[in-house]
Every structure is written in structure tokens, then in C-alpha cells.
């Protein structure tokens, strides 16, 4: 299986800041990583597919990049409403696999 | 607007089955792969099943292999995820996905708790 490590777990930043998330392969994923966000008690939303492509509605503030085995999530100029838990997952290979996470909260 | 509205969760004793339900609506039923993704309390997703359109392929990690079963019935836009055999550590919150690769969208989950 595809392992996924998700860095940092956990992550304060202020209002306006940027914020990076990083996700790393276990083996070459080809760019088939896709970013999903949920908000307190909410189901997950997409956010990036193919590594670098935005779903339609999700704020150009978001943005994907990476290849390979290392792939990264940007939020610039944090807002309130991004306050979630982030998540990378592989669909390269079955099984499809997650990150473990990555809290965001305000500073 | 795409909808999937899962049902069918609950408490249930270590050994013993539940089934699970999910009703899609909003986009053709029958042309989408669609999947089960669960979160236990406080924890990351996993993936738990796929079935293609028309239910000939199905697809699961090895965790559920052999205990859980995936259908549908495109007639009725309907899911569906038979659990047998339920563990502890099948507690978890199950959502229904719309699976293109990705899982672009997703229900609302349904909580399954196998407690005794």
C-alpha cells in the first residue's frame, strides 16, 4: 500500500497569513493527488485534483503543486472560514489511502 | 445539485451485520463509480469500497476484504454497503462518494457504532 505522510499534524496561523500543508508519497503517485478539506462536524469537500488543478467553486487562494513522491497545498491570505482539517490522498493505486491530517486553526 | 443522503447506521454488537444505504440524486446514478469512505472519532479517512457502474467490479482495501460487501441498484439510484462480522474498530462515521478518481462528492455520513 501507498503510504501517505501528511506534515505538520497541527498549524496556528493569523488571518492574512500563508499557510503550506506538504504531502509525501511512499513511491512515485504520478500527480494523482487530490486535497479535500472538512470543516468541524462536516463531510470532506475536494479542493485540488491531479495534484495542481482546482475544483470548480473552491477560492483561487487555494492552490496545489508537487510531483513525484512530494506534493504541498497553499492557502494564501487565510481567512476565517478555511479553520478545517486538510487531507492529501493518493488515487495512483487500490487502495486509495489519506494523510492523517492536518488541523488549521487561528492564531 | 448532487445529493447523497446515507441511512441505516446505529449501534451494533461485536460479530453481528448491519447494512447500509445511500440515496443519490441529482446526476445519472448509473454512470459513476461510487465508494464508501469511513472516519473513525477524531481520525483520518479510509476508504472502504468501490463498485463500478453497472456493479460487475467491485474493490476493497485488505481491512475489509471478505466481511463487507458493496451493491447497487441503478434502478433506484440506491448504494449500498453490507457489513458482516462488525469489530470495534469498524466504529466510524461511513460516507457515501461519488468516486471519478477522486471522491468528489460526498453524503453526510452515517454513524456506525459496534459496541457490546
Known amino acids: 500500500d501507498i503510504r501517505m505522510t501528511q506534515s505538520p499534524a497541527s498549524l496556528s496561523a493569523s488571518l492574512g497569513e500563508t499557510v503550506n500543508i506538504e504531502c509525501l508519497a511512499s513511491e512515485d503517485i504520478y500527480s494523482d493527488l487530490a486535497w479535500y478539506q472538512q470543516k468541524p462536524g462536516k463531510s470532506p469537500q475536494l479542493l485540488i485534483y491531479n495534484a495542481n488543478s482546482l475544483q470548480n467553486g473552491v477560492p483561487s487562494r487555494f492552490s496545489g503543486s508537487g510531483s513525484g513522491t512530494q506534493y504541498s497545498l497553499k492557502i494564501n491570505s487565510l481567512q476565517s472560514e478555511d479553520v478545517a482539517t486538510y487531507f492529501c490522498?493518493?488515487?495512483?493505486?487500490?487502495?486509495?489511502?489519506f494523510g492523517a491530517g492536518t488541523k488549521l486553526e487561528l492564531k | 445539485e448532487v445529493q447523497l443522503v446515507e441511512s441505516g447506521g446505529g449501534l451494533v454488537q461485536p460479530g453481528r451485520s448491519l447494512k447500509l444505504s445511500c440515496a443519490a440524486s441529482g446526476f445519472t446514478f448509473s454512470n459513476y463509480y461510487m465508494a464508501w469512505v469511513r472516519q473513525a472519532p477524531k481520525k483520518g479517512l479510509e476508504w472502504v469500497a468501490t463498485?463500478?457502474?453497472?456493479?460487475?467490479?467491485?474493490y476493497y482495501p485488505d481491512s475489509v476484504k471478505g466481511r463487507f460487501t458493496i451493491s447497487r441498484d441503478n434502478a433506484k439510484s440506491s448504494l449500498y454497503l453490507q457489513m458482516n462480522s462488525l469489530k470495534s474498530e469498524d466504529t466510524a462515521t461511513y460516507y457515501c462518494?461519488?468516486?471519478?478518481?477522486?471522491?468528489?462528492?460526498w453524503g453526510q455520513g452515517t454513524l456506525v457504532t459496534v459496541s457490546s
Open positions: 490522498q493518493q488515487y495512483n493505486n487500490y487502495p486509495n489511502t
Open positions: 463498485i463500478s457502474t453497472s456493479g460487475s467490479r467491485t
Open positions: 462518494a461519488r468516486h471519478e478518481y477522486v471522491f468528489a462528492y
